[in-house]
């Protein structure tokens, strides 16, 4: 069975999110691409089907299973198209969070995310709680932005910091921030600062023994739609998100937000690059 590893949202090796990408041959039972996902240690690995209908996509944490996760939806369309397995267009993906669209053109791969939801303001009384998990006080916290849990596939808390310098100076309790994620029912807290014609963010999700991760497609999907509700977002403008400078990978994901007959939908985009490849005797 064919194993790769691959580079998300970079178009260099060493940047961007590690994923491990594996090209199923039959079919695995999930206890099997559980052991592989924690053999590999990455924070996903994508087992990848190619059927009919289109492509079925699971994914693995070193912990469990999880519905979605965008570079490592990125990093298996890359692949396939670097393969000649699929060529540029249109593609369906199956995933356990619904059917997704992908399109790929040239070296970028652009999926939708699964429709945005708002779930709710943290409660107020949760704030000081959530900020000092990461060395901050409330005092960091931009007076017109509240931490909020949304969802393009996978819930996050959106956690709004004042600026840059404020966003690498937290340095997170992992106890704590687990618990967090598991009261309220998130994969993670996604932190983040308006910088100039971009986002800057964090990602941190200890829960799924992911400390912190350098791309998440659908953590900036979510904030996408947080900042869309708010107004610092317009349909069909680009938008770019740099994430993983704390872990000395920087990624560049871009989203596209569209609002048609009272849907709102948005859509991740980036590339990945082929950092390693091997086989694997299962």
Not at 93 to 119: F, Q, Y
Not at 163 to 188: N, P
Not at 244 to 254: C, D, F, K
């Amino acid at each position: 069975m064919r194993v790769y590893v691959m580079d998300a949202f970079s178009d260099h090796i060493f940047g961007g999110n590690q994923a491990g990408v594996v090209l199923a041959d039959r079919t695995l039972e999930p206890k099997v691409m559980q052991q592989v996902a924690a053999e590999l240690k990455h924070s996903e690995t994508v087992f990848v089907h190619q059927e009919a209908e289109g492509i079925r996509l699971r994914y693995f944490t070193p912990a469990g299973e999880v519905d979605l996760c965008g570079h490592a939806t990125v990093s298996a369309f890359a692949l396939l198209r670097k393969l000649g397995k699929i060529g540029d267009g249109a593609h369906k993906a199956h995933t356990p969070a619904g059917e997704l669209e992908i399109e790929v053109s040239g070296g970028t791969v652009w999926m939708d995310m699964a429709p945005p939801k708002a779930l709710g303001i943290l409660p107020e009384e949760n704030w000081a709680e959530l900020y000092g998990a990461y060395g901050l006080t409330l005092e960091d916290r931009p007076a017109e932005l509240q931490p909020e849990i949304v969802s393009t596939g996978l819930a996050d808390i959106m956690m709004p910091v004042k600026d840059h310098d404020t966003l690498m100076r937290a340095v997170q309790d992992e106890k704590t921030v687990t618990e967090i994620s598991k009261r309220f029912e998130v994969t993670g807290v996604h932190m983040f600062c308006p910088g100039e014609n971009c986002v800057y963010c964090s990602n941190f999700a200890p829960l799924y023994d992911i400390p912190e991760e350098c791309a998440t497609g659908t953590s900036n999907g979510a904030l996408t739609y947080y900042l869309y509700e708010r107004g610092l977002v317009r349909p069909e403008e680009e938008n770019l998100f740099l994430q993983g400078e704390h872990m000395s990978r920087p990624s560049r994901i871009y989203s596209r937000l569209t609002h048609k007959d009272g849907t709102v939908m948005v859509r991740v985009g980036g590339q990945a690059v082929m950092s390693l490849a091997g086989e694997m005797d299962l």
